[in-house]
């Protein structure tokens, strides 16, 4: 089993920039394959980013491409997003989750997952 917390949330003005952490213990970091996802008050959780358990391979939403840089460091066991050019559309509260081997963008195939921190984009 794998324990994820979540930093790095808060308030930015739209265009603003963001650097999520997501800080894992437990199990050995780089046997999973590390996910990003985030729920706006009233919609459903959509996937943001995944990266492979090496960081050689990364999958992004369409919304987020060339905005949000998904990164890992196994050595520090911990996995980033760094969130660019922030929309008020982007407003959320942002997920970290894992899973073994393979990354995936379907959260069902994600078994751990943090607390959640929010970030607000104002307009």
């Known amino acids: 089993q794998v324990q994820l917390v979540e930093s790095g949330g808060g308030l930015v003005q739209a265009g603003g920039s963001l650097r999520l952490s997501c800080a894992a213990s437990g199990r050995t970091f780089s046997n999973y394959a590390m996910a990003w996802f985030r729920q706006a008050p009233g919609k459903e959780r959509e996937f943001v980013a995944a990266?492979?358990?090496?960081?050689?391979?990364?999958d992004y939403a369409d919304s987020v491409k060339g905005r949000f840089t998904i990164s890992r460091d196994n050595a520090k066991n911990m996995v980033y997003l760094q969130m660019n050019v922030l929309k008020p559309e982007d407003t959320a509260v942002y997920y970290c989750a894992a899973r073994s081997y393979l990354q995936a963008i379907r959260g069902d195939e994600y078994p751990y997952w943090g607390q959640g921190t929010q970030v607000t984009v104002s307009s």
């Open positions: 990266v492979n358990r090496n960081g050689s391979s990364t």
